[in-house]
């Protein structure tokens, strides 16, 4: 087995793991690990912008106030006052790294950015690049990184597991790297570091409607809890209130921004629905819009709802949302004469690997960061935008941390047992086993649950899991493998957090526990405590 040595390794090309990537180079020879392509990740999927209090009248009080509202009580005010608080600093290093913003044409400066707002947000704070900010932001990360010389990049490597390195007496078990899959090749490797940084992004891909890019399988997620961290708040996934409703563009994201502009949402007949469900309107968070829309579309026997943008001019749709206005055109629909189709899909795990202010695990020398960690910031309902900041500033306080500490000794993976490949019909199993999955985890642990559902879904996980195990146990790893692996892994997690959450709170909606308890608890699992 080949290995590989390196100062820090850090797992997944999104921003998150760019921007460790780039801030770590001037001091530390750094590998960086894709399972697909270094474009493939979730990051540049991101329409709507990136969160940051510049606005005048503004304040950090006021957003930490609208991520806390958001966030149902469970939000870590420490780590939301730390990332709202570097939230201009981190538009400021984007815009040092040549990243091109939206600029304010009618605040009569030529270098005054454009602030949209968003649902959730009492003020304009929202910093985009029209409507494709992720990919404008991951495009200039990604010629950066390239042009590092102190960055290796390993396209195509997939996330075996994290290496164990021998603890030193009286001090807790480390992590040395990771077994990483060669998918072109089908070898594994071994990838040692003295410090190892888990940017893997979420796990939507484990529901079978997903505004996530194929890749999200929640691969750190499971990783980390099977090397022994502590996961938290799994039961909360966000599902995006809007995506485009379209056989041809499933889970094509219609951006937050659109109802913060003024969009209105409405049903088959036009009659305009979410001023009965709460006051804000659209302009509600993303828990209340999905319910809603999802009550409606159960009340009507409708399949969608419809997003009206058209009393908006097509000169400012152009300008605002060139990209959703082009897609929607490809599909027949004119939206600055009709209203765009839109169901809730999966969207954010809010809820990951358990983590202190620094980024770290439980597992000393592993750091966990973007949609992958639990940082304590989203709570039980992440707020529009908080995302993306959130990856650049713990990317930040994760290598200032790994700065501070010395550099171990010389790191050796154990040796990988190598495995008899899979044939062909056991691919096809894997690919109807992860089908299933996702369309149980869809029905079964959606956006309203019962506990009838969830028990369901845990029999059927447990059914899985134990199918897997005997499979995974004679088999070469193949990235299909992995992946389903991991997706079960982590719909294990999501579903026990669920049942042991008696109450209904942001995001987790129950109807045998309607009730909101005075007391928010976080939902903390411990991987040594039986499922």
Known sequence: MEQKNFDVLVIGSGLAGLSAALMLA???????????????????????????????????????????????????????RQVVEGSPGAI?????????????????????LHLTREGGHSARRIVHAADATGAAVQKTLLARVRATPAISLFENHVLVDLIH????????????????????????LAFCAAHTILATGGAGQVYLNTTNPATSTGDGIAAAWRAGCRVSNMEFVQFHPTAL???????????????????????????????????RGELAPRDVVARAIDAEMKRHGADCVYLDISHRSPEFLHEHFPNILARCRELGIDITRQPIPVAPAAHYTCGGVQTDLSGRTDMARLYAIGETACTG???????????????????????????????????????????????????VLLARSREELRRFMWEYVGIVRTDKRLDRAAHRIAL?????????????PSRALLELRNLVD????????????????????????PQMDALAVPSVLQADVPA
């Open 92 to 112: 400021a290093w984007l815009q040092s790294l040549g990243v091109a913003f939206s600029l304010d044409g009618e605040a009569g400066q030529g270098t005054a």
């Open 377 to 427: 910031l989203h709570g039980a309902n992440r707020l529009a935008s908080n995302s993306l900041v959130e990856c650049m500033v713990f990317a930040r306080a994760a290598v200032d941390a790994i700065r501070a500490e010395p550099a171990p000794v010389a790191l050796h993976a154990a040796p990988w047992t190598a495995k008899a490949a899979i044939d062909a019909d056991e691919s």
């Open 165 to 188: 390195a021998a603890p030193q007496p009286g001090r807790q078990e480390a992590c040395g790297g990771a077994h990483a899959l060669d998918a072109r090749s089908g070898e594994v």
């Open 26 to 80: 001037p001091t530390h020879r750094v590998a960086v690990l894709t399972k697909g392509e270094l474009s493939e990740g979730a990051s540049g999927w991101a329409q709507g912008g990136i969160a940051a209090v510049l606005a005048e009248g503004d304040s950090f009080d006021d957003h930490v106030a609208d991520t806390l509202v958001a966030g149902a009580g469970l939000c870590d005010l420490a780590a939301t």
């Open 245 to 279: 409703f379209h056989p041809e563009a499933q889970g094509y994201l219609i951006s937050e921004a659109v109802r913060g502009e003024g969009g209105r949402l409405l049903l088959a007949d036009g009659t305009r629905f979410m001023p009965a469900h709460d006051e």
């Open 490 to 513: 982590v719909a294990g997690l999501i579903v026990r957090s669920a049942r042991a959450r008696r109450e209904s709170r942001g995001l987790h909606y129950s109807r045998d526990c």
């Open 464 to 476: 899985l899991a134990a199918e897997l195990r005997e499979f995974y146990g004679d088999a070469a």
